[in-house]
């Protein structure tokens, strides 16, 4: 079973940036993709980027585009960041990495298997 801990959340202003990070531990090589999806409060979870194993493919949510980047680093244990820019209060959000079942990229919750706890990020106005 493998775990994932977020890290690299909190507050900042709006136009500021951010990077999230997730490390992946309980087996040494993931061949599978890298997901993050983050629930803004009052809202129900969405899609925000993922990445296939390899790091060759990535997808984002529209709103996220152009502001935010996803990468990975399988050299030994898997880690995967989330850069975001540009950040707006519509951001604000519960942030979570999460594990798919597959190496290929999706944005459904469902081919998702593994996931964290969630880091904060807040950014106000």
């Known amino acids: 079973q493998v775990q994932l801990d977020e890290s690299g959340g909190g507050s900042v202003q709006a136009g500021g940036s951010l990077r999230l990070s997730c490390a992946a531990s309980?087996?040494?090589?993931?061949?599978?993709?890298m997901g993050w999806f983050r629930r803004p409060p009052g809202k129900e979870r969405e899609f925000v980027a993922a990445i296939s194993w390899t790091g060759g493919s990535t997808a984002y949510a529209d709103s996220v585009k152009g502001r935010f980047t996803i990468s990975r680093d399988n050299a030994k244990n898997t880690v995967v960041h989330l850069q975001m820019h540009s950040l707006t209060p519509e951001d604000t959000a519960i942030y979570y990495c999460?594990?798919?079942?597959?190496?290929?990229?999706?944005?459904?919750?469902?081919?998702?298997?593994?996931w964290g706890q969630g880091t904060q990020v807040t950014v106000s106005s």
């Open positions: 999460a594990e798919g079942s597959v190496g290929g990229v999706s944005s459904s919750p469902s081919h998702f298997t593994s």
């Open positions: 309980g087996r040494t090589f993931s061949s599978y993709s």
